[in-house]
């Protein structure tokens, strides 16, 4: 897999140093080129220096020959051009990174839909941990070949999650509904906006990630 990040911060660099562990491609783009000569010298990774939010700089990273561009910076504004011109450039998958919670319905409109908030999920951590709840990391429960993904439902899948045509080896896990948690029937009508949480064999991913791209 190759992947290209927008930004250098620490997000990135943790994530980066992750990746090319497990012996995917990686190449990092950030406009400081002093960050970009220290990261070189202990991150095995290509590097472009520039805006990654103008296209002449995407295109460095050959969008085409890439499976997923990082975009996080730490400016809202940023990650979603380059999110979107990243998009237009052709490349497969995009992810945006985002601290307004208020430009979160933006984004979805623009069909970023692969948008996370950090500050919200560490804050959720946070005040459950506070609670004294007994919280086991996601990462330590789903494992053998289990992958957990999340989508953003469409207008055109407003329908019963057993119409959904999921591949043999995925299930729908729990739904978020106007920032409520909702565990699911068969029968339960989705809706627009709906964040919808399956758990599938990583052989199956590519056939879920089908069904809820937009055509």
């Known amino acids: 897999m190759r ?15 992750l990746l090319i562990a497990r012996g995917h491609e990686v190449v990092i783009i950030d406009r400081d080129k002093d960050v970009i000569e220290a990261l070189s010298d202990h991150l095995d990774c ?3 220096h520039g805006d990654g939010s ?12 890439s499976d997923l561009l990082l975009c996080l910076t730490g400016d809202d504004q940023t ?3 380059a999110s ?4 237009s450039l052709g490349f497969e998958r995009v992810v945006t990174k985002i601290e307004d919670q208020e430009l979160e319905h933006i984004c979805l409109e623009l069909g970023l839909e692969d948008t996370i908030v950090p500050s919200r999920t560490i804050a959720r ?37 057993e119409e959904l045509e999921l591949p043999e080896r995925s299930r729908v896990v729990c739904l ?10 068969p029968d339960t009508r989705l809706r627009t906006d709906d964040e919808l949480v399956i758990i599938a064999h990583i052989d199956e991913v590519p056939r879920v990630l089908a069904l809820f791209q937009a055509d």
Do not use: C, W
């Not at 992947?3 to 140093?17: C, K, N, Y």
């Not at 296209?55 to 969008?63: K, Y």
């Not at 946070?126 to 996601?138: Q, S």
């Open 79 to 81: 990650n979603i051009l």
């Open 46 to 48: 290509g590097f472009v």
């Open 84 to 87: 979107l011109v990243g998009r």
């Open 3 to 17: 992947v290209v990040f927008v930004g250098a911060d620490g997000l990135s660099v943790a994530t980066a140093e």
């Open 176 to 185: 978020y509904r106007a920032e409520r948690f909702v565990l699911p029937a």
């Open 125 to 161: 951590y946070l005040a459950d941990t506070a609670e004294g709840l007994n919280l086991l990391e996601l990462s330590a429960m789903v494992k053998h070949g289990a992958r957990v993904l999340s989508f953003v439902v469409r207008e055109d899948q407003q329908h019963p999650i």
């Open 54 to 65: 103008r296209p002449a700089i995407l295109r460095e990273a050959s969008p085409r020959g």
